[in-house]
């Protein structure tokens, strides 16, 4: 059974020379191909994130160069030019089957810093919940490092994590993963499903075989392994094949599964507990130690009795009980200048305490874990 059959969550991620066919600019009918996939699961109720590389290639096509150039200033304004078709494509596809999409420009630099990182998973949330298409790519027009060293598939499965997506689809010009590259050697086998992370995954893998995009096979079975981090199993499979996605939704088994050990749950709790340092903690009254401990509610400022430490926005906070045994941690909301302020008030006054209210909560619960 497919991993997406289950999946609630899903980022696809597609190659450059699929998405341009090759380097002769944006494919329109392979984008209505999987706008129409993509409109088909959004309506079963399914989240959906696309991954789209293509710029920097749509953007050559435009300026009439037939080899990807060198230098950084030429990249980087192949991709400003290049990003302008295909942000058009895919909302005029995806508009024809009754869906908008957004771009969003990403740097692995936004992931990173824990502020920005709750900003966009915010903003990618809020499009989901609003049936929109976030369209992600690199921001290659400004940031030097990831046209030089970044992929878009390290790329998608940063946001997989980032949006704790239920499954990783990298749509890309092979069926799957073989032993060897099937394009040198004939007896290569294929790998219908494998474990994410299994360092044999890695000696098998060739190198980048296009000469439009930036990843060979190595980039999607790390970028599976990173995926699995955070829960996520990943579904390598060729962009090409008709109905993939929607045979994958359905519980086809197409191209390679690599399945995540981890379990989502316990993927985010080792995440946060483990791998997080803490710049601050806040202390709670009983009353919300209960509500935490026994009902799994969010943290709600009227329920903070004390604020210590210097954080910010996005960091990982210890929850402590009143008698001051840590009881959890989490992703802080506010930074701790803003916790004192709100401690013990009512969500309905941080706005006019602080001057904006970013969230009712300190802590939400799906940013909390219990000790």
């Given at each position: 059974?497919?991993?997406?059959?289950?999946?609630?969550?899903?980022?696809?991620?597609?190659?450059?020379?699929?998405?341009?066919?090759?380097?002769?600019?944006?494919?329109?009918?392979?984008?209505?191909?999987?706008?129409?996939?993509?409109?088909?699961?959004?309506?079963?109720?399914?989240e959906l994130v696309?991954?789209?590389?293509?710029?920097?290639?749509?953007?050559?096509?435009?300026?009439?160069?037939?080899?990807?150039?060198?230098?950084?200033?030429?990249?980087?304004?192949?991709?400003?030019?290049?990003?302008?078709?295909?942000?058009?494509?895919?909302?005029?596809?995806?508009?024809?089957?009754?869906?908008?999409?957004?771009?969003?420009?990403?740097?692995?630099?936004?992931?990173?810093?824990?502020?920005?990182?709750?900003?966009?998973?915010?903003?990618?949330?809020?499009?989901?919940?609003?049936?929109?298409?976030?369209?992600?790519?690199?921001?290659d027009t400004v940031?030097?490092?990831?046209?030089?060293?970044?992929?878009?598939?390290?790329?998608?499965?940063?946001?997989?994590?980032?949006?704790?997506?239920?499954?990783?689809?990298?749509?890309?010009?092979?069926?799957?993963?073989?032993?060897?590259?099937?394009?040198?050697?004939?007896?290569?086998?294929?790998?219908?499903?494998?474990?994410?992370?299994?360092?044999?995954?890695?000696?098998?893998?060739?190198?980048?075989?296009?000469?439009?995009?930036?990843?060979?096979?190595?980039?999607?079975?790390?970028?599976?392994?990173?995926?699995?981090?955070?829960?996520?199993?990943?579904?390598?499979?060729?962009?090409?094949?008709?109905?993939?996605?929607?045979?994958?939704?359905?519980?086809?088994?197409?191209?390679?599964?690599?399945?995540?050990?981890?379990?989502?749950?316990?993927?985010?709790?080792?995440?946060?507990?483990?791998h997080l340092q803490?710049?601050?903690?806040?202390?709670?009254?009983?009353?919300?130690?209960?509500?935490?401990?026994?009902?799994?509610?969010?943290?709600?400022?009227?329920?903070?009795?004390?604020?210590?430490?210097?954080?910010?926005?996005?960091?990982?906070?210890?929850?402590?009980?009143?008698?001051?045994?840590?009881?959890?941690?989490?992703?802080?909301?506010?930074?701790?200048?803003?916790?004192?302020?709100?401690?013990?008030?009512?969500?309905?006054?941080?706005?006019?305490?602080?001057?904006?209210?970013?969230?009712?909560?300190?802590?939400?619960?799906?940013?909390?874990?219990?000790?």
């Amino acid at each position: 059974m497919s991993l997406l059959s289950s999946a609630r969550r899903i980022v696809v991620k597609v190659g450059s020379s699929l998405v341009t066919n090759e380097g002769r600019g944006v494919d329109a009918e392979a984008i209505a191909n999987w706008s129409r996939q993509l409109a088909a699961l959004a309506g079963e109720g399914r989240e959906l994130v696309m991954v789209s590389s293509g710029a920097i290639a749509e953007g050559m096509k435009r300026l009439g160069w037939a080899t990807r150039p060198k230098e950084l200033h030429e990249l980087q304004a192949a991709a400003a030019v290049g990003q302008m078709g295909l942000a058009q494509m895919y909302e005029s596809q995806l508009s024809a089957h009754g869906m908008h999409s957004a771009q969003v420009l990403l740097t692995h630099a936004d992931l990173a810093d824990r502020e920005r990182y709750l900003n966009a998973r915010s903003t990618l949330l809020t499009l989901m919940a609003h049936r929109v298409l976030p369209v992600i790519n690199e921001n290659d027009t400004v940031v030097n490092d990831e046209i030089k060293f970044g992929d878009n598939d390290t790329l998608g499965a940063l946001v997989a994590n980032l949006v704790e997506a239920d499954a990783l689809v990298i749509l890309t010009d092979q069926r799957g993963l073989y032993s060897a590259d099937p394009r040198k050697d004939p007896t290569a086998r294929f790998i219908d499903t494998a474990q994410a992370g299994d360092p044999e995954l890695e000696r098998m893998a060739g190198g980048a075989g296009s000469s439009i995009g930036r990843g060979g096979m190595l980039t999607k079975i790390l970028a599976a392994k990173r995926a699995a981090g955070s829960g996520a199993g990943t579904v390598i499979a060729w962009g090409r094949e008709p109905d993939v996605l929607l045979r994958l939704a359905r519980g086809e088994a197409i191209g390679t599964a690599l399945h995540a050990a981890t379990a989502k749950l316990q993927a985010r709790k080792q995440w946060m507990v483990d791998h997080l340092q803490m710049r601050g903690s806040v202390t709670v009254d009983a009353g919300a130690a209960t509500k935490l401990r026994a009902e799994g509610k969010s943290l709600l400022p009227i329920g903070v009795i004390d604020v210590q430490g210097d954080f910010h926005r996005g960091d990982v906070i210890a929850v402590q009980a009143p008698d001051g045994v840590e009881l959890a941690r989490g992703l802080a909301n506010y930074s701790s200048t803003e916790s004192r302020l709100i401690a013990r008030k009512p969500s309905a006054d941080i706005e006019a305490l602080l001057g904006y209210a970013a969230e009712p909560e300190l802590i939400h619960r799906d940013n909390l874990v219990l000790r």
